[in-house]
């Protein structure tokens, strides 16, 4: 009797283990198969971009660059690099290897290269800078001779906010349409008469040649690049990480007693 009894507890305990043992098994390889549940979306995301050859940006900072100006479409391009697995590759260009210092002495940054050793790009973003600066980059030879250059090579030329300035001041931008910052806009036709200016939008696309208007518009411009090379799932897909509305056009805001930038 006693050795009947310890058999039967013998398969009972066994059965317990099993079911232990297949319970363990069923709950460890749940968040393994989430995991590569997620992979493969992440797999199919990157093969839906409409452009699988590998993307390159280059990015001019300079003393007194606005830093939102380029760190905004920089955190857009960064987000693409990821979802499509590398296909963007961003550096920053500047005109020596000096660090050079952003607006009001805020932040320093090291560029990646200076204009005596600049890569090829398939994009030059052009950020803005206060009045005062763009006014004195516009007088520096090298600065038109440095975007002339990527020009010739057929890199598309994007200019952020009042680096609208530097890219017109080329005459790359002569009998097309442009925009600017709303502020200065006025100042930009007056300075610019033979550039069509396009106010109430966030950018405007030329072919060769977009200009965005103020500031945060950098980050629409990097969108609507990011949609034309990966398509508008991976777009969509930054703009929701970034809790961001992508837009084109915009009213823009008017300044108080119709205040305005006067040379």
């Known amino acids: 009797m006693f050795s009947r009894k310890t058999k039967i507890m013998k398969i009972l305990i066994s059965l317990l283990l099993l079911l232990i043992s297949q319970t363990v098994q069923a709950e460890t390889k749940q968040p393994m198969h989430n995991m590569n549940s ?6 199919h995301i990157a093969k839906s971009a409409t452009n699988t050859k590998q993307i390159n940006i280059a990015v001019l900072i300079y003393d007194g660059v606005v830093l939102q100006d380029f760190t905004g479409p ?3 391009f960064s987000k693409a690099k990821r979802l499509t697995k590398g296909k963007y590759n961003l550096f920053t260009i500047a005109q020596d290897d000096e660090a050079i210092s952003t607006e009001n002495g805020f932040l320093k940054v090291t560029p990646d290269y200076s204009f005596s050793n600049m890569p090829e790009a398939d994009y030059l973003i052009i950020p803005g800078g206060s009045m005062p600066v763009v006014n004195e980059m516009m007088k520096k030879q090298n600065i038109i001779d440095f975007i002339k250059a990527y020009d010739k090579k057929h890199t598309k030329i994007v200019s952020i906010c009042t680096g609208s300035y530097l890219l017109a001041n080329t005459g790359l931008l002569q009998g097309k349409k442009a925009t600017t ?23 405007v696309d030329e072919g060769q040649y977009i200009t965005s208007s103020g500031v945060t518009s950098g980050i629409d411009t990097a969108l609507y690049i990011v949609g034309q090379n990966s398509g508008v799932n991976i777009q969509n897909m930054i703009s929701r ?16 007693n119709g205040m305005k930038y006067r040379r």
């Open 241 to 256: 990480a970034l809790q961001y509305t992508f837009h084109e056009k915009e009213t823009w805001p008017v300044a108080p």
């Open 181 to 203: 910052h709303y502020f200065v806009a006025d100042d930009f036709s007056k300075l610019f008469d033979d550039i069509e200016i396009i106010k109430d939008v966030r950018f």
């Open 38 to 43: 997620h992979d493969m979306k992440m797999d």
């Open 74 to 76: 920089i955190e857009v």
